[in-house]
C-alpha cells in the first residue's frame, strides 16, 4: 500500500497467506479476497483476476511470497519478521541506501 491509501487488495491478498497458513492458488486467493469484502462490507475493486495475479507478482518480487508449482506461499514458510530481516533488510533496503550515498556524493562534488 502507498501513504494514504485504503485497505487495498494486495492487504486482502496477504490476508489470505497469514490467515491460511498454506499454499494458495492464484483462484483461492481471489475467494478469499471476495469473502473477506463481502464480511467487512468492503467494496468489491479490485478483485479481477488479472489484478489478483498482479498483485501476487507485486508481493513475490517484494520477496514476500514466493511461487511454488501453480500455488503461492509465504517464502519459505517464514515468519515476516525473519523474511524482513533476511531478504528486505540485508540487500533490498543496503542496495537502496547504497545507492542514495553515491548520488548525495555526486551532489557533493558537483557543488564543490
Same mark, same amino acid.
Given at each position: 500500500m502507498q501513504p494514504g491509501d485504503s485497505r487495498d487488495i494486495i492487504t486482502d491478498i496477504l490476508h489470505a497467506f497469514v490467515k491460511q497458513k498454506k499454499e494458495l492458488s492464484s483462484k483461492e486467493v481471489e475467494d478469499f479476497a471476495i469473502q473477506q469484502r463481502k464480511q467487512l462490507n468492503l467494496p468489491q475493486v479490485g478483485i479481477a483476476s488479472s489484478n489478483i495475479r498482479r498483485? +501476487?507478482?507485486?508481493?513475490?518480487?517484494?520477496? +514476500?511470497?514466493e511461487r511454488i508449482g501453480n500455488n503461492y506461499r509465504i517464502t519459505e514458510n517464514a515468519k515476516f519478521s525473519e523474511i524482513f530481516a533476511e531478504k528486505i533488510e540485508k540487500y533490498y533496503l543496503q542496495t537502496i541506501l547504497e545507492r542514495v550515498k553515491e548520488y548525495f556524493s555526486a551532489i557533493d562534488e558537483y557543488h564543490e
Open positions: 498483485q +501476487l507478482k507485486r508481493l513475490k518480487d517484494l520477496f +514476500l511470497i
